[in-house]
């Protein structure tokens, strides 16, 4: 397993707003860039090659964290790159989309837009690995074999047929399969994107985009009302197990593994290691630090599992850097806060 970033749209990605004060007697703290973190796995063997995306709405768990467990594994046959967290702003706010739905964005997108870089970086992404396939997960509201408007437990494809693209036939194949083994079942929905009136808004999805640029792709969707996040996990893995099957992936130790004993739980806690006025301290537990009036914090590192990352309470998430005198900070695991810190200027 190789770990890399991209690292022009983690610079990128790091743009702060600071504002223009005179040098003041508040704290001034910088916390990492949110990098749009992507993981490449690669068997010995050939195979097909195929591209998961997770993440883009932050408040679907099942979603993330459901891509983020194929990273531990090996692969033996074929070739994945897997980006969990597309949109990690909104995945430690909890929210479908902190800076508006980035699902909507993928045909045009301002410059200005905080998530601009992340909907570039995973368009670039795309276009530059190839991919036979793109798989972006959702958790979905409801059960969409129960209504018509619910999304929850699904396959989406845009159209049955999309060009060269038959859409349907391998769509059919994972719903067949995948329902032998789920106790909730998943229905088809085509949101006839290109040829209906009733999605239009579709095209400015990842999928419409990936689609008008020459790479097949679908939805997978689990529901948010299934009752726990295991079995949210576990309609997921099972809906790519089938897609792997189409696909030609194989990982090591073959690929009904990854839908057994998959681990959720909490682990290691993470710990927070910063750099006041050029002396490292290191957290791990809720702390009230008091630094002097003045101080410049830096977050050097935040030691932990992916997912891990500090987030100041009451402050836009898109700022990386900013002054103020007393602050609460949460360190969170994704969406679950871990522990907290309060800084104080004394
Ligand atoms: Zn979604």
């Given at each position: 397993?190789?770990?890399?970033?991209?690292?022009?749209?983690?610079?990128?990605?790091?743009?702060?707003?600071?504002?223009?004060?005179?040098?003041?007697?508040?704290?001034?703290?910088?916390?990492?860039?949110?990098?749009?973190?992507?993981?490449?796995?690669?068997?010995?063997?050939?195979?097909?090659?195929?591209?998961?995306?997770?993440?883009?709405?932050?408040?679907?768990?099942?979603?993330y964290?459901?891509?983020?467990?194929l990273?531990?594994?090996?692969?033996?046959?074929?070739?994945?790159?897997?980006?969990?967290?597309?949109?990690?702003?909104?995945?430690?706010?909890?929210v479908?989309?902190?800076?508006?739905?980035?699902?909507?964005?993928f045909n045009?997108?301002?410059?200005?837009?905080?998530?601009?870089?992340?909907?570039?970086?995973?368009?670039e992404?795309?276009?530059?690995?190839?991919?036979?396939?793109?798989?972006?997960?959702?958790?979905?509201?409801?059960?969409?074999?129960?209504?018509?408007?619910?999304?929850?437990?699904?396959?989406?494809?845009?159209?049955?047929?999309?060009?060269?693209?038959?859409?349907y036939?391998?769509?059919?194949?994972?719903?067949?399969?995948?329902?032998?083994?789920?106790?909730?079942k998943?229905?088809?929905?085509?949101?006839?994107?290109?040829?209906?009136?009733?999605?239009?808004?579709?095209?400015?999805?990842?999928?419409?985009w990936?689609?008008?640029?020459?790479?097949?792709?679908?939805?997978?969707e689990a529901?948010?009302?299934?009752?726990?996040?295991?079995?949210?996990?576990?309609?997921?893995?099972?809906?790519l197990?089938?897609?792997?099957?189409?696909?030609?992936?194989?990982?090591d130790?073959?690929?009904?593994?990854?839908?057994?004993?998959?681990?959720?739980?909490?682990?290691?806690?993470?710990?927070?290691?910063?750099?006041?006025?050029?002396?490292?301290?290191?957290?791990?537990?809720?702390?009230?630090?008091?630094?002097?009036?003045?101080?410049?914090?830096?977050v050097?590192?935040?030691?932990?599992k992916?997912?891990?990352?500090?987030?100041?309470?009451?402050?836009?998430?898109?700022?990386?850097?900013?002054?103020?005198?007393?602050?609460?900070?949460?360190?969170?695991?994704?969406?679950?806060?871990?522990?907290?810190?309060?800084?104080?200027?004394?």
């Amino acid at each position: 397993m190789t770990r890399r970033n991209f690292i022009k749209y983690s610079i990128l990605s790091s743009l702060s707003v600071s504002p223009l004060f005179a040098k003041d007697d508040r704290v001034e703290i910088f916390l990492p860039p949110k990098k749009l973190n992507y993981y490449h796995l690669k068997g010995k063997k050939a195979g097909g090659r195929v591209l998961i995306i997770g993440g883009i709405h932050g408040n679907e768990i099942g979603a993330y964290k459901a891509a983020d467990l194929l990273i531990d594994n090996d692969l033996k046959k074929g070739e994945m790159l897997i980006i969990p967290r597309s949109n990690f702003t909104s995945i430690l706010a909890n929210v479908r989309g902190y800076n508006g739905d980035m699902n909507r964005k993928f045909n045009y997108i301002s410059k200005k837009d905080p998530d601009y870089y992340y909907v570039e970086g995973l368009k670039e992404i795309i276009l530059s690995f190839k991919p036979d396939v793109v798989i972006s997960m959702h958790d979905g509201y409801g059960f969409a074999s129960k209504s018509k408007r619910a999304w929850g437990q699904s396959v989406v494809i845009d159209e049955l047929r999309y060009k060269n693209f038959d859409l349907y036939s391998p769509a059919k194949f994972v719903l067949d399969n995948a329902n032998k083994y789920l106790k909730y079942k998943v229905a088809l929905i085509n949101t006839k994107t290109f040829s209906g009136k009733i999605h239009p808004e579709q095209k400015k999805a990842l999928t419409g985009w990936c689609l008008e640029n020459g790479v097949k792709a679908f939805c997978i969707e689990a529901s948010k009302q299934l009752p726990t996040l295991k079995e949210k996990v576990f309609t997921h893995l099972v809906m790519l197990r089938e897609f792997f099957k189409l696909y030609n992936i194989e990982f090591d130790g073959g690929n009904d593994r990854l839908v057994k004993n998959f681990d959720l739980s909490l682990g290691d806690k993470p710990k927070l290691i910063l750099d006041v006025n050029g002396k490292k301290i290191t957290l791990k537990n809720r702390d009230i630090l008091k630094v002097k009036k003045g101080s410049i914090i830096k977050v050097v590192d935040i030691d932990g599992k992916r997912g891990d990352f500090i987030i100041p309470v009451g402050v836009n998430l898109n700022w990386s850097s900013f002054h103020f005198r007393n602050l609460s900070f949460n360190i969170k695991r994704d969406y679950k806060k871990i522990f907290s810190i309060d800084i104080r200027s004394v």
